[in-house]
């Protein structure tokens, strides 16, 4: 089977898929765009955003569907359903804060940017950021039921990005998700994929 993801030149939401493509062993063609080269790349693109993993050809967007389907292909989706909602759910969390960080990021306006700004520095920030390291602490280390799982990963591989974008150190003082991003990091294949990947921006 032949695997291309497309995404642009930094990790974000290229990361998480990458992550779970390199824990599966897939050899991958990484195709990046580049920030300028979007305008002509756009329209050709079903729902005119990446990432995009195509499968034989088969094209698919939507990164949380597309990296639960390789979570249930290693094992990383849940051991039963009630699992595999948590993961879900943690999932649509970082999915939410990534969002609201985003959306500072591409406010044009000035005065309504630093309003956001100041918003997710006193308020999005730590209340997202102190929940997640509550559920670690309850769940004996990682986001679901004391096991690795797509959470895991999904969390890790974006990270880097929310941290590039919102300028702020989100795991200072955060020991439990610290340990857990040194968990995820030393998995040996994320490991070997973080050895060879090309540095870019939001890790440089
Ligand atoms: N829900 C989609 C969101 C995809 C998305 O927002 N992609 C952004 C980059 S992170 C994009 O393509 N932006 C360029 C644009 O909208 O023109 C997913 O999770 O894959």
Not at 23 to 44: A, C, G, M
Not at 134 to 160: K, M, P, R
Not at 186 to 201: F, G, L, M, N, Q
Request: proline share 4%; net charge negative; glycine share 4%.
């Amino acid at each position: 089977m032949t695997y291309k993801l497309t995404y642009f030149n930094f990790t974000a939401l290229g990361e998480p898929i990458r992550f779970l493509l390199s824990y599966l062993n897939i050899d991958f063609e990484d195709d990046r765009i580049e920030v300028e080269q979007w305008p002509s790349v756009k329209h050709t693109i079903p729902y005119g955003k990446v990432p995009l993993l195509e499968i034989d050809g088969k094209v698919l967007n939507q990164s949380t569907a597309i990296c639960r389907y390789l979570a249930k292909k290693a094992n990383l989706a849940g051991r039963d359903d009630w699992e595999s909602l948590l993961i879900d759910i943690a999932v649509d969390n970082f999915q939410d804060f990534r969002l609201s960080i985003i959306s500072y990021w591409y406010e044009r306006n000035e005065e309504s940017k630093a309003a956001k700004y100041a918003t997710l520095v006193n308020e999005t920030i730590p209340y997202n950021m102190e929940r997640f390291e509550n559920i670690v602490v309850e769940n004996n280390g990682y986001f679901v039921n004391g096991n690795l799982s797509w959470a895991d990963l999904f969390f890790v591989g974006i990270l880097d990005y929310l941290k590039f974008r919102s300028e702020i150190d989100l795991l200072k003082d955060r020991p439990n998700l610290q340990a857990l991003r040194e968990k995820v990091l030393a998995v040996p294949k994320i490991k070997s994929w973080i050895e060879k990947r090309p540095s870019t921006v939001d890790i440089a």
